[in-house]
């Protein structure tokens, strides 16, 4: 599957996209022919090779003739539907509109019906967005990832006033989303560039493995102390398409403790968000037998988890380290057996099942209540699970 990877090492904006798209190959003529079936005229679009930094890449440019013009949500709406855009293309562009109304309608408090968009409403915004959406398909791209997102500091200057950085919409459409800032006295995240982040992206984290095709770099208008680009990486993934996130793995070592309260400790960590709770024996200092609690943890119920484990265990101390991780795509399904309806968990990558497992407790019950053998309830269950795999197609993997 290709994808296109952004690194917003410093920041991402509607223009920025484009320009790394184009220097990834995007061909601008026939970008332009894309952009005639938005049917708007007083606009102009242009790109040319900058420096910034030490880095060389492609700005991407939009000059139109209008100045200070607020459209409304529905206004944009408007021109979307009498635009001969593909249905996708115009759907995931509605989309990135709809975010920033959202944002800014919470923001003044405005009804979307009544909201006037002001800098993200005019031409030179609309087409960065529909630029970078049609970009993205024209270059192939299934599916997008993203970094971190860096963010800057400071103020900046808008039709609201001066705003702080990142600006009020901006950071509503990076809520969920991680981001940082490392001091860098300027916006380097516009609302623009936030919602297309948004709604494209499909995860937010460290470059995925993949072979790599293509590298472009979109440049950023002002020049700062580091390069102003925006990094966008594109390649192959393969055709097995897993799951990714990043969780954390929480560590500690406990050497003094009764081991009757294990037992109540995972009970808890478990209701209280854990991922994933095991306990490993270990030999500690003075060669001391002891025991690792380990605990797999969204970044979320960290806090809830430390405190968790300060309160019920001995320990002084707790490691943590980010970690990612590859998961099938899960669903429950059930199935009908001579022992009653029983769930089966099954795994999928690309849209096939790779593996499955019976629920343990739907088995359990059903063995006590028709007194036969556990193995044979499980063996029943899979026997009708792999009809649904037969059925799916699918041969790979553990089912």
Same mark, same amino acid.
């Given at each position: 599957m290709k994808i296109a990877y952004f690194d917003c090492f410093s920041g991402v904006s509607g223009d920025m996209i484009v320009g790394a798209l184009l220097d990834a190959g995007l061909d601008l003529a026939l970008l332009e022919d894309e952009l005639l079936k938005l049917g708007l005229t007083g606009y102009s679009v242009s790109a040319g090779r900058v420096g910034r930094g030490a880095i060389t890449g492609t700005k991407f440019q939009v000059e139109t003739d209008e100045s200070?013009?607020?459209?409304?949500?529905?206004?944009?709406?408007?021109?979307?539907?009498?635009?001969?855009?593909?249905?996708?293309v115009r759907s995931s562009v509605r989309a990135v509109?709809?975010?920033?109304?959202?944002a800014e309608s919470r923001i003044h408090g405005t009804p979307v019906s009544e909201l006037h968009l002001h800098e993200t409403s005019g031409l030179d915004s609309i087409v960065d967005i529909v630029a970078s959406v049609a970009g993205l398909k024209m270059l192939g791209v299934e599916a997008v990832f993203s970094s971190k997102v860096h963010v800057g500091t400071g103020f900046v200057e808008c039709a609201h006033g001066t705003l702080p950085v990142p600006a009020p919409a901006t950071l509503a459409l990076l809520k969920g989303i991680p981001v940082y800032s490392r001091g860098v006295?300027?916006?380097?995240?516009?609302?623009?560039?936030?919602?297309?982040?948004?709604?494209?992206?499909?995860?937010?984290?460290?470059?995925?493995?993949?072979?790599v095709e293509a590298v472009?770099?979109?440049?950023g208008t002002r020049e700062l102390a580091t390069p102003n680009m925006l990094r966008v990486v594109i390649g192959d993934i393969g055709a097995a398409t897993y799951e990714r996130d990043e969780v954390v793995l929480v560590e500690v070592n406990i050497d003094d403790m009764n081991p009757e309260l294990f037992g109540h400790a995972s009970d808890l960590l478990w209701e209280r968000g854990a991922l994933d709770v095991y306990l490993t024996p270990v030999f500690m200092k003075k060669n001391r037998p002891g025991t690792m609690l380990t605990v797999l943890v969204a970044q979320e119920h960290v806090d809830e988890i430390i405190s968790t484990i300060f309160d019920?265990?001995?320990?002084?101390?707790?490691?943590?380290?980010?970690?990612?991780?590859?998961?099938?795509?899960?669903?429950?399904?059930?199935?009908?057996?001579?022992?009653?309806?029983?769930g089966v968990k099954f795994g999928r990558a690309a849209g096939h099942i !790779?593996? *499955? $497992?019976?629920?343990?407790?739907?088995?359990?019950? &059903? /063995?006590?209540?028709?007194? !036969?053998? *556990? $193995?044979?309830?499980y063996d029943e269950v899979r026997? &009708? /699970?792999h009809k649904i795999t037969a059925a799916d197609g699918s041969t790979e993997g553990n089912v």
């Open positions: 200070g013009h607020g459209r409304t949500v529905g206004e944009i709406a408007q021109i979307l539907s009498d635009s001969a855009l593909d249905d996708d509109i709809d975010e920033i109304a959202q006295e300027s916006e380097l995240a516009t609302p623009t560039g936030a919602a297309l982040l948004r709604v494209l992206a499909q995860d937010f984290g460290p470059l995925p493995e993949m072979k472009g770099y979109g440049a019920e265990t001995t320990t002084l101390g707790i490691r943590m380290t980010k970690v990612e991780r590859r998961t099938l795509t899960r669903e429950i399904l059930h199935v009908e057996t001579r022992f009653g309806r029983i !790779v593996n *499955l $497992a019976p629920e343990y407790e739907d088995c359990r019950e &059903a /063995a006590v209540r028709c007194k !036969v053998p *556990l $193995a044979d309830v026997a &009708a /699970a």
